[in-house]
C-alpha cells in the first residue's frame, strides 16, 4: 500500500465508546427546538414518543432483532417509530416512498418484516404488495395511534447489532439490504459532528428523507450529539432555499450535486451573502459551480465521497481542495485504487476504488441475505465500491465512472434492473437496456434504447407512460430511443458504453421536451 491510500492513523481517530441508537436519544434528550416538515418538536418529545412506540411495538408479540419497514415521508411520527424500533432492538428497514409494483413486493418479501407502519396515502400500495409474512400493518399520520406500552420494560440493545437495513439500488439485479449496525451509525454521525465542528449554536438543515443514509447520519444524529437546532424539509426548492434558511437560522445545510446546480443558476441578487450559513456538506460537484457558490453566498463548502455501504471515506474540507478531486481518506479508512485482480495501480492510473476500516463500525455489515454478494464485495478483505477513480501522489482521489449498472440521478441511485425488467413487460418491446447520460444539472438522466418486437408498434410516449406506475418515479425514463438491436459482447452481454457513447442522438424522444 502506498501512503497516499492511508488516512490519518488510528490514533488520530478519535474512537469513543459504541452506543445504541436508542440510547444516544435518551442521553440527549433536550429542550433544543426542531422542525420536520414544517411541524416543531424536540429531541425530548420525540424521545418520549420513541419510548412508547417501542413498548408499544413488543407488545405486538416482536422479539428484538424483528424486521419493522416503514413506508413514510419525514415526519415527527416516522422519527418516533425510527427511534422507537432502535430502541426496542428491532431492525428497521426504510423503504423509498416512490416505490411501486412489483418493486414494492420484492423488496417486502426480501426485507422480511412481519410488522409495516405506513403512512395512510400508502396503504393502498403496502396492502397490494403485503406478503403473507407481514403480520400488522399500522397507518400512521404524525404519531403512532393505538400503539402505546411502558418504555421502563425495554431491552438493553447492544450497540454492534443491525440497526436498520438501507436498499440501495441494484446493478445487474435486484436492489440489495445494506445492513448497518447501530455502532456503524454514531460513529459516522460523531465524525460528521468533527469535520464539520458542529456545536450546540449551529442549526442543521436537510431535504434528503429519512429512507437514505444522508439525512439520518450526517443531520439528525449530528444535531442530536452536539444539542443543535434541526430543520428536515421533504423537498428542495431553489427559488425558497435561502428564505428557508433565512428564516430558520440554518448555520450548516447538506447537499447533492444538484442542489448546488440550481442554487448556481439562480439569479445573483445584491443580498445572496446575507444569510446566517456558515457551511454546506456533501457530494462533490464541479469545481466552478463550488467556488461561485462559496463567492456568492459567503459560505464553505466540504465535499465528501462514500456509499451507503462505506460512508464518509473521502472529504475534502475547505483549504485542502484540489481541483477535480473528491478529497483524501477520511480518518479511520484506508483507501486504494486497484486492478481487476485487486493489485494497486501507480499513482494517477485509473482502477476501482477500494476500501477498509481501520475502526471497529466504521463500513456495512453485509448485504440482507446476500451472503455471496457480500463475499464478492469484500474480496481481498477490501470493500469493492463499483467506481473507477485513481489517487494523485499526493493522495487524492479523483471520482472516474461507475463499474456498476447503476445511474446516478438527482442524489438517487435507480438500478437499470428496474426500469429494463419494467419496459419489457410492454408487449411491443423485444429487447432494452437503460443507462444514464450527462445531465445539465449534474449528475445523471435516465435513457433507454428500445428494440421493438416484429410487427409491433409503440411511440416513445407510450414506453414512459408504461413506465410510470411500475417504477419510481425518478425512474421513468426521460430519453427514449429507438434502436434495431442492441450492441452485444460475444457473450451476449450488451455494450452499454456504446450506447452511453452515442449519448442523446437526433432521433431520441425527450420527455421533457414535450
Not at 500500500?1 to 435518551?26: I, R, S
Not at 450546540?200 to 449530528?222: E, G, I, Q
Not at 493489485?343 to 476500501?355: D, L, R, T
Request: aromatic share 6%; hydrophobic share 40%.
Amino acid at each position: 500500500m502506498t501512503q497516499a491510500a492511508a488516512g490519518p492513523a488510528p490514533d488520530a481517530v478519535a474512537v469513543t465508546d459504541a452506543v445504541a441508537t436508542g440510547d444516544l436519544l435518551a442521553t440527549h434528550a433536550g429542550d433544543t427546538p426542531w422542525v420536520v416538515a414544517g411541524e416543531p418538536t424536540t429531541p425530548a418529545e420525540l424521545d418520549r414518543r420513541a419510548g412508547r412506540v417501542a413498548a408499544g411495538l413488543l407488545g405486538l408479540g416482536l422479539e428484538p432483532g424483528a424486521h419493522v419497514c416503514l413506508m413514510m415521508r419525514a415526519s415527527i411520527g416516522s422519527l418516533a417509530a425510527w427511534f422507537g424500533i432502535a430502541r426496542a432492538g428491532l431492525v428497521e428497514v426504510p423503504l423509498n416512498t416512490a416505490t411501486r409494483g412489483h418493486l414494492l413486493e420484492h423488496l417486502l418479501a426480501h426485507s422480511r418484516a412481519t410488522v409495516v407502519v405506513t403512512d395512510r396515502e400508502f396503504l393502498p400500495l403496502i396492502e397490494a404488495a403485503r406478503p403473507p409474512r407481514v403480520r400488522h400493518v399500522l397507518v400512521t399520520e404524525d404519531d403512532l395511534p393505538g400503539l402505546d406500552g411502558d418504555p421502563a420494560r425495554l431491552p438493553t440493545v447492544d450497540p454492534d447489532a443491525t440497526a436498520v437495513i438501507l436498499y440501495t439500488s441494484g446493478t445487474t439485479g435486484p436492489p440489495k439490504g445494506v445492513r448497518l449496525s447501530h455502532r456503524t451509525g454514531v460513529w459516522l454521525a460523531r465524525r460528521v459532528v468533527s469535520l464539520m465542528d458542529y456545536t450546540a449554536a449551529d442549526r442543521l438543515y436537510s431535504v434528503f428523507p429519512l429512507f437514505h443514509s444522508n439525512a439520518r447520519f450526517t443531520s439528525v444524529l449530528p444535531a442530536l450529539l452536539v444539542g443543535g437546532g434541526l430543520v428536515l424539509d421533504r423537498h428542495f426548492s431553489a427559488s425558497r432555499f435561502w428564505g428557508t434558511c433565512r428564516e430558520h437560522g440554518i448555520t450548516v445545510f447538506n447537499f447533492q450535486g444538484a442542489m448546488l446546480s440550481l442554487l448556481h443558476g439562480r439569479p445573483e441578487l445584491p443580498d445572496d451573502a446575507d444569510n446566517p450559513v456558515r457551511a454546506g456538506f456533501g457530494a462533490p460537484c464541479p469545481p466552478e459551480i463550488v467556488d461561485d457558490v462559496e463567492r456568492r453566498f459567503g459560505i464553505r463548502l466540504t465535499e465528501i465521497y462514500g456509499s451507503t455501504e462505506a460512508p464518509l471515506i473521502v472529504e475534502g474540507p475547505p483549504g485542502t481542495r484540489r481541483l477535480g478531486a473528491a478529497g483524501r481518506p477520511a480518518a479511520g479508512h484506508e483507501v486504494r485504487v486497484v486492478d481487476p485482480a485487486g493489485e494497486e495501480v501507480p499513482a494517477g492510473e485509473v482502477g476501482e476504488i477500494v476500501c477498509r476500516p481501520r475502526v471497529p463500525g466504521a463500513l456495512f455489515s453485509g448485504y440482507h441475505d446476500m451472503a455471496e454478494e457480500t463475499v464478492h464485495a469484500w474480496r481481498g478483505l477490501w470493500f469493492h465500491t463499483g467506481d473507477r477513480g485513481r489517487i494523485d501522489a499526493d493522495g487524492y482521489l479523483y471520482f472516474v465512472d461507475r463499474l456498476s449498472d447503476s445511474i446516478r440521478r438527482r442524489g438517487e441511485n435507480i438500478s437499470s434492473w428496474e426500469i429494463e425488467r419494467a419496459v419489457l413487460t410492454h408487449p411491443a418491446v423485444e429487447a432494452v437496456a437503460a443507462y444514464g447520460v450527462a445531465s445539465a444539472l449534474s449528475e445523471e438522466d435516465v435513457m433507454v434504447a428500445v428494440v421493438l418486437a416484429p410487427g409491433q408498434r409503440v411511440d416513445a410516449a407510450g414506453i414512459a407512460a408504461h413506465c410510470a406506475g411500475r417504477v419510481t418515479e425518478f425512474a421513468v425514463p426521460r430519453y427514449v430511443r429507438f434502436v434495431d438491436a442492441l450492441p452485444l459482447t460475444p457473450s451476449q452481454r450488451t455494450e452499454k458504453y456504446v450506447l452511453r457513447d452515442a449519448g442523446v442522438t437526433a432521433d431520441t424522444w425527450d420527455r421533457e421536451a414535450r
